[in-house]
């Protein structure tokens, strides 16, 4: 069984995007291990946990304000990946520019599906889900 924050479009994005800054971070000298290094995988991993978070059957507005925290952890790396430049640990320009923009394609994806939200004609807002706890 698979969670419907799984089927979202923009969570699958987010997941692209965290791989892409794992890859960054193994590029880092040690020395950024628990500053920089810590910093942007926990804010690029923060994107796709609360796309999830609240996907889960919250209301509109609760799943806004996730989107809205997301796209802050979103701003967050992208902050991160501009102090990796100016101190030139990364040099690899085709690199940092896919993911620049693997960035601004999330971040789009973000606002696009948090304004969806605010259309009252049009719910995006995901079924309860029913678990059954006898089901292996």
Same mark, same amino acid.
């Given at each position: 069984?698979?969670?419907?924050?799984?089927?979202?479009?923009?969570?699958?994005?987010?997941?692209?995007?965290?791989?892409?800054?794992?890859?960054?971070?193994?590029?880092?000298?040690?020395?950024?291990?628990?500053?920089?290094?810590?910093? /942007?995988?926990?804010?690029?991993?923060?994107?796709?946990?609360?796309?999830?978070?609240?996907?889960?059957?919250?209301?509109?507005?609760?799943?806004?304000?996730?989107?809205?925290?997301?796209?802050?952890?979103?701003?967050?790396?992208?902050?991160?990946?501009?102090?990796?430049?100016?101190?030139?640990?990364?040099?690899?320009?085709?690199?940092?520019?896919?993911?620049?923009?693997?960035?601004?394609?999330?971040?789009?994806?973000?606002?696009?599906?948090?304004?969806?939200?605010?259309?009252?004609?049009?719910? /995006?807002?995901?079924?309860?889900?029913?678990?059954?706890?006898?089901?292996?």
């Amino acid at each position: 069984m698979s969670f419907k924050f799984e089927q979202l479009d923009v969570w699958q994005l987010s997941l692209d995007y965290s791989d892409l800054i794992y890859g960054l971070v193994e590029k880092l000298p040690d020395s950024e291990r628990f500053n920089l290094k810590s910093q /942007i995988t926990r804010a690029a991993t923060s994107v796709s946990l609360n796309i999830a978070e609240g996907s889960t059957g919250q209301s509109d507005s609760e799943q806004s304000r996730f989107l809205g925290m997301a796209i802050r952890s979103l701003i967050e790396t992208v902050a991160c990946q501009r102090l990796i430049s100016r101190r030139k640990y990364v040099t690899d320009k085709a690199f940092m520019e896919q993911l620049d923009l693997k960035a601004q394609e999330l971040a789009k994806r973000l606002h696009a599906f948090r304004k969806s939200l605010a259309n009252p004609k049009k719910s /995006i807002g995901e079924e309860q889900a029913l678990y059954d706890a006898n089901e292996n």
